[in-house]
């Protein structure tokens, strides 16, 4: 069992759709949480980050941890055809990341 | 644009061969991290250098080093390369050694290698 998993999708949704991407991990040391957005042919960036279970909002994002379970999510709302993106969940402790391999997501105009 | 730049773009090699990947970090940026992607493993964390000084190590094979020099500049060494080795290898660079969120990296665009 990976320490991330990440479903790789691909998810296609129409403009405007909420969309929920999700992790689950194994190894409840994790102290941080994070969301990276790759476009094709690019490196991913930053979207989101947080330390604690909750919910975090920026926008038209909000990353979701709940420690508990596991588990991780990022929704988008009112998605948007630049939202299309390759989307990659991490987490780790003190140097040590781990990365999901990414759900790729499709949003149609 | 992130401002770390790699070279080269598209890599095309041979099982067996040695191969150099080149990164220069952003300006200002001490801390470069390696970083291979693949279809089937995704994101894998390579190794780390701050200031010239190996910091953190990863699922680095031992086929492979890496180094960086007084300029900052970062080199990926792959040798004795095997058709599993083709992936997308990133670098990424920050200002501090010490990872945490807070502390951005920025990726490159990557360098594509393929070994056939």
């Known amino acids: 069992q990976k320490e991330v998993e990440q479903d790789p999708g691909p998810l296609s949704v129409p403009e405007g759709a909420i969309v929920s991407l999700n992790c689950t991990y194994s190894?409840?040391?994790?102290?941080?949480f994070m969301w990276y957005r790759q476009y094709s042919r690019k490196g991913p960036e930053l979207l989101m980050y947080t330390y604690s279970s909750g919910n975090k909002e920026d926008g038209r994002f909000t990353a979701q941890v709940d420690k508990s379970s596991k588990y991780i999510s990022l929704f988008i709302r009112d998605s948007q055809p630049s939202d299309s993106a390759t989307y990659l969940c991490?987490?780790?402790?003190?140097?040590?990341?781990?990365f999901g391999a990414g759900t790729r997501l499709t949003v149609k105009p | 644009d992130s401002g770390v730049t790699q070279t080269p773009k598209h890599l095309i090699t041979a099982t067996g061969q040695r191969v150099t990947l080149r990164c220069s970090p952003r300006?200002?940026?001490?801390?470069v991290y390696w970083y291979q992607q693949s279809l089937d493993q995704g994101l894998q964390f390579l190794i780390q250098y701050y200031n010239g000084e190996e910091r953190a190590k990863g699922n680095i094979l031992e086929r492979f080093s890496a180094q960086q020099f007084p300029d900052l500049h970062s080199e990926l060494n792959l040798s004795s390369l095997e058709l599993g080795d083709s992936a997308l290898y990133f670098c990424?660079?920050?200002?501090?050694?010490?990872?945490?969120?807070?502390?951005?990296?920025?990726f490159g665009e990557g360098s594509w290698l393929t070994v056939v």
């Open positions: 991490a987490m780790g402790l003190e140097n040590d990341m781990r």
């Open positions: 300006s200002g940026d001490l801390s």
């Open positions: 990424a660079s920050s200002s501090l050694g010490q990872f945490n969120p807070g502390n951005t990296i920025y």
């Open positions: 190894n409840s040391a994790f102290q941080y």
